[in-house]
């Protein structure tokens, strides 16, 4: 029962190019979507994080698109680059007391010159 | 150094052993986490702890043991391991409210289980 539902699960991007990875959710109870970027023999680390009050949180390169009414957030990376290279988790957490973090199952990402 | 410390880094043992898989943090952090890694399946929750001598079950918990009797220190357990527990294991920990709902994970334990 996978309560986030990410895609795709590779992906493949040119050097400049914009990388968009997609989650949807069903549960309304979540308010809290943050996203981690994890590389090769390290452990998954915050990237960027949105609230449902909000549209879009940009930082840097990486913009969070979030829609409420269709329970979907997505991921854009612009100009993306070889160092970007890494695996990305979306991630929704049902109230911040709660603590417990659900996780999508993962995009593999890879940025060719 | 402050952090968040996983030992040991990589683990090769046998099935029906036991196996003692240790996490450290020293932020004082409330809640501490165990996580599976596995290819198609992302990243799912095995334990957690809230605090110290308080834990819970997680998604996939079957035949794994966990105890906090200290803040710092979150230990999983394997009591009999199977081949199907080869994967990578994360620790993690998070402290509720304010900027708390980021979980900060440890580098990771391979475990191979022959």
């Known amino acids: 029962q996978q309560q986030v539902k990410q895609s795709p699960q590779s992906l493949i991007v040119q050097k400049g190019g914009i990388s968009i990875i997609n989650c949807a959710y069903e549960n309304t109870a979540f308010d809290y979507f943050p996203w981690y970027q994890q590389f090769p023999g390290k452990g998954p680390a915050l990237l960027i994080a949105i609230r449902p009050d909000v549209s879009e949180k940009k930082e840097g390169r990486f913009t969070i698109s979030f829609n409420k009414s269709a329970k979907q957030f997505s991921l854009h990376i612009m100009d993306s680059q070889p160092g970007d290279s890494a695996t990305y988790f979306c991630a929704a957490i049902r109230d911040r007391g709660y603590q417990k973090v659900t996780f999508g199952i993962g995009t593999k990402l890879q940025v060719i010159p | 150094d402050a952090g968040i410390t996983q030992s040991p880094r990589y683990k090769i043992t046998e099935t029906g052993r036991q196996v003692t898989l240790m996490c450290h943090q020293t932020?004082?952090?409330?809640?501490m986490f165990w996580y599976r890694q596995d290819l198609g399946h992302g990243l799912r929750l095995i334990y957690y702890?809230?605090?110290?001598?308080?834990?819970d079950k997680g998604e996939v918990p079957d035949g794994y043991v966990v105890s906090r009797s200290k803040t710092e220190n979150f230990p999983l357990t394997l009591e009999s391991a199977t081949r199907s527990q080869t994967s990578v294991y994360f620790c993690?920990?998070?402290?509720?409210?304010?900027?708390?709902?980021?979980?900060?994970f440890g580098p990771g334990t391979r475990l191979t289980v022959l």
């Open positions: 702890s809230a605090a110290a001598d308080i834990t």
């Open positions: 932020w004082s952090h409330s809640y």
């Open positions: 993690a920990s998070s402290a509720p409210g304010g900027a708390g709902d980021t979980q900060y």
